[in-house]
């Protein structure tokens, strides 16, 4: 993969792969547990996808929506102004995960709080842990396989390298 400040590609396209990990492994606890006691296993997996939901995926999206987006809707190239229209649908994909991201978030805190869900939270757990997996099979190959590999051929390498930049100083103020 490609890595550093000039190739922000790299990180983000990790950022994507950790994030299907986790919403595959909240959607076995979901599954499994049903709204039942978590066992310490599940309560740690839990504890740990919702904490990185919370914390590190707003970081991923302001790589995008405030890094990477702006610079391809700048671009002169065509095929930048021809992606437009896609940059627009992944930022209104974003603006759906956060409605579901934040019902997962009352959820799961709620079954960690109580030890319990009843069905109907569970169900809707569920629902929106599924519906986020479903979000993200679509807009993560969109980004992985279409939009990251045509900013690599119209951006400068300047550009690349103010987004990994922008992208090293979200994550050292998250760190102070």
């Given at each position: 993969m490609d890595h550093g400040l000039e190739a922000p590609f790299g990180p983000l396209s990790e950022g994507h792969r950790r994030i299907e990990g986790l919403l595959s492994v909240l959607l076995t606890v979901a599954n499994g547990r049903r709204g039942g006691a978590l066992a310490e296993p599940d309560r740690e997996a839990l504890t740990a996808g919702l904490h990185y939901?919370?914390?590190?995926?707003?970081?991923?999206?302001?790589?995008?929506?405030?890094?990477?987006?702006?610079?391809?809707?700048?671009?002169?190239?065509?095929?930048?102004?021809a992606a437009v229209g896609m940059v627009e649908r992944l930022e209104a994909d974003h603006r759906v995960a956060e409605d579901h991201h934040d019902a997962v978030e009352a959820l799961g805190c709620r079954w960690l709080r109580q030890g319990t869900l009843s069905a109907g939270d569970a169900r809707a757990?569920?629902?929106?842990?599924?519906?986020?997996?479903?979000?993200?099979?679509?807009?993560?190959?969109?980004?992985d396989q279409e939009l990251f590999p045509m900013a690599r051929r119209v951006l400068t390498a300047a550009e690349l390298g103010a987004i990994g930049h922008e992208m090293a100083a979200r994550r050292d103020e998250a760190l102070m």
């Open positions: 939901f919370r914390t590190v995926l707003p970081r991923h999206s302001a790589d995008e929506e405030q890094s990477l987006f702006p610079r391809l809707r700048a671009s002169d190239d065509s095929r930048a102004k757990l569920r629902e929106h842990l599924v519906a986020l997996e479903r979000l993200y099979r679509r807009h993560i190959a969109v980004e």
